[in-house]
């Protein structure tokens, strides 16, 4: 995973709530068995729409997706993240995440980055007033700029050190493996085997 | 103080206690494995030369992608068919146990698990799927995970998790009979809202939960996920041990009565507390559905389509924008609401007692011209039972369509699709946009509402019909 420690790109405002991981991208993108490629998925049932935002210059060439409330519920597909991430997106800000989508967001290093509702409104309306403004999102600080403005963001501490090293997390896990085969080692009997 | 059921479970996990802001890392028992979210994991293995840790901890099985219809051929969809063959290469290089299409044990990964007695009262269960909630039912911590987690399970056998909130949804009183345990959670939803739950585990608990079957309760299990919560959980009890002595991968003997012991510790104490608590009157309840575009915009059958101009801005935006899509008028009658298809399947409603509550109110009735029904089992293994039963028999007689098992129109990754506009009454748990295909509108019901709404061609409930049938399911 790449390190993240600051980022800076245009803002695209998504003025939606409740935008759930089939909204960013339908089951039917889910066939491929590659990592990449989910671009073209990407909000698809709304990309033939010219006045969504994805359509319109200069958002679409945006990395820092603005987004309404419960933003990522529902399915746990991880191809949502990779589908904002291929399409070149590193960040999006909500006020509320879907939990799944949080946890795989912080995998595959994209940053959820949590801001409160009112702030959010004030970034729409901040890019909306110079489409095409460029957002720098600072980890180390938890800040995102917008010319005059900063807002804070939530991120837990854990995700940002990961990010900020862009450390592989089953390689952390797996320095903890005598402890992995000593907790085997004291598991019931009765628990059930697949074999 | 006391702990509650979920903290007894994680804390029996514990490998290692995270120190400062580090999570803890928690122990996985079962891990269930289907073609969607997984290629991309077992990729990750190869590339890193790991290998996967506990294959006796790890099932598989073709679910997301499988057509229903003329399963011993080859899958006609091509990129469908490289998943999974793609699956059942990957199974075969890292050892794991597969139930692959035609297989008498194949069905959606949500059913294997408790058919099988994978499931226990006390485990941590994980799949690439938000609808792993389900297996909670049985006590279980049991909850969705993305790809890359799937790819730490199947390296460490372990996830490294910040603990969860625990919220009590307390559902007291008794059930009408024709009212199930899918409208008790659709209430739920609609009372808390999607995101609700968000950092919680939910418990289901009272008086309600304890008279439900096993199957009800998995049902409700099934959609904590619809209320933002990460996992939904019962504690067990004799009907949860009924449920699964005798099956194939329960304990036996000795190790049947150990196993049984320490299920019965895993309960919340009573001087435990909960981070949030829900109130449910089960008395009151009546037959719910979803008119709406997500899971919480839901009302009772007796209720009309809500109408924006009586709510505040944002409200009515979003309602406005719901209604939009589904092509309603506000203030019609729910129960005018006419339906082109009825879907009775999925991993919340396809299991045997759902297709007996079904076949009961089609018994001798025939569903509306104006009506396609599929009726898609969740495992072959019910697919079996029911035929054992003759239940497709009612189902066939009755004019609906009687599939082989897979996860079907619940999400259309095969052939199963709505067309754009088509309206349908669901007994799935996603009413999304385009979820049952691109421009389709779902309507998330119980199987009594499926079964009825078939027969009249509106959203209706088996009281609808003449004469009345009514069902305690």
Redesign the interface.
């Known amino acids: 995973m790449d390190k993240f420690t600051t980022h800076t790109g245009i803002g695209t405002p998504l003025r939606?709530?409740?935008v759930?991981t089939?909204?960013i991208i339908?089951?039917?993108f889910?066939?491929?068995?590659?990592?990449t490629g989910f671009d073209d998925g990407l909000f698809a049932?709304w990309r033939n729409d010219p006045a969504f935002v994805l359509n319109q210059e200069p958002y679409d060439r945006g990395s820092v997706l603005v987004a309404g409330?419960?933003f990522g519920?529902?399915?746990?597909?991880?191809?949502a993240?990779w589908a904002l991430m291929d399409y070149g997106f590193r960040v999006v800000i909500s006020s509320?995440f879907?939990?799944?989508f949080k946890?795989?967001s912080s995998?595959?290093g994209l940053l959820a980055a949590t801001v409160d509702q009112s702030d959010v409104e004030l970034l729409w309306k901040k890019i909306e007033s110079r489409p095409g403004l460029e957002l720098t999102v600072d980890l180390h600080a938890r800040t995102i700029t917008a010319e005059d403005l900063v807002v804070p963001f939530s991120v837990?501490?854990?995700t940002r050190?990961r990010l900020l090293e862009g450390l592989d997390?089953?390689g952390?896990?797996?320095r903890?493996?005598e402890?992995?085969t000593a907790?085997?080692a004291a598991?019931?009997?009765?628990?059930?085997?697949?074999? | 103080m006391g702990r509650t059921l979920a903290e007894k479970v994680w804390d029996q996990h514990v490998v290692r206690q995270g120190e400062g802001d580090e999570p803890d890392l928690l122990y996985i028992d079962l891990h269930l494995v289907h073609e969607v979210t997984s290629p991309q994991a077992f990729d990750g293995l190869r590339l890193h030369g790991r290998k996967l840790r506990r294959p006796d901890l790890t099932i598989a099985t073709e679910d997301h992608n499988v057509p229903t219809l003329d399963i011993l051929k080859p899958i006609a969809d091509e990129v469908s068919a490289t998943q999974v063959a793609t699956l059942r290469r990957n199974v075969e290089e890292f050892g794991v146990r597969l139930f692959p299409m035609g297989d008498a044990n194949q069905g959606i990964v949500h059913m294997i698990g408790p058919e099988q007695g994978l499931t226990q009262p006390g485990t941590t269960v994980v799949c690439g799927d938000s609808h792993t909630s389900t297996h909670g039912a049985f006590g279980a911590l049991a909850f969705g995970i993305g790809t890359s987690e799937v790819e730490h399970v199947m390296a460490t056998q372990t996830l490294p998790l910040k603990p969860f909130r625990t919220m009590a949804i307390e559902i007291e009183g008794e059930l009408r009979p024709g009212v199930t345990s899918k409208d008790v959670i659709l209430k739920v939803i609609s009372q808390i809202g999607t995101g609700g739950g968000a950092g919680y585990v939910l418990e289901y608990r009272g008086a309600a939960v304890r008279a439900m079957s096993m199957e009800a309760r998995m049902t409700m299990c099934n959609m904590s996920i619809e209320a933002g919560g990460r996992a939904g959980m019962v504690a067990p009890d004799e009907t949860t041990f009924a449920y699964l002595k005798g099956r194939p991968h329960a304990p036996q003997g000795a190790e049947w009565d150990a196993a049984v012991a320490a299920w019965r510790e895993l309960r919340t104490d009573d001087d435990a507390v909960f981070d949030a608590v829900v109130h449910i009157d089960a008395d009151s309840l009546t037959p719910f559905v979803t008119w709406g575009t997500n899971p919480g915009q839901g009302l009772p059958l007796g209720e009309s389509v809500p109408d924006p101009a009586t709510m505040d801005d944002d409200a009515a935006a979003a309602t406005r924008k719901a209604l939009d899509y589904m092509g309603l008028e506000p203030n019609t009658k729910l129960r005018d609401i006419a339906v082109d298809v009825v879907f009775l399947g999925s991993c919340t409603n396809a299991r045997i007692e759902d297709f007996r509550a079904a076949a009961d109110v089609l018994r001798g009735n025939r569903i509306a011209d104006s009506v396609q029904m599929l009726v898609v089992p969740g495992s072959m293994a019910v697919k079996a039972q029911a035929e054992a039963e003759g239940l497709d028999q009612v189902f066939l007689d009755a004019g609906a369509e009687w599939r082989n098992a897979g996860c079907s129109m619940c999400l259309g990754m095969n052939p199963d699709q709505l067309a754009p506009g088509q309206r349908c009454a669901s007994t799935s748990n996603r009413n999304f946009e385009g979820r049952q295909g691109k421009g389709g509108r779902t309507h998330l019901v119980s199987p009594l509402v499926a079964a009825a709404t078939a027969v009249r061609g509106t959203l209706s409930s088996p009281e609808d019909l003449t004469p009345t049938v009514l069902t305690t399911a």
């Open positions: 939606v709530s409740n759930d089939d909204q339908p089951a039917v889910l066939k491929r068995v590659t990592r049932s409330s419960d519920t529902g399915s746990s597909r991880e191809h993240v509320r879907g939990e799944i946890g795989n995998k595959a837990d501490d854990y050190w997390d089953i952390l896990t797996l903890h493996e402890d992995i907790y085997e598991r019931p009997s009765h628990k059930p085997t697949t074999v």
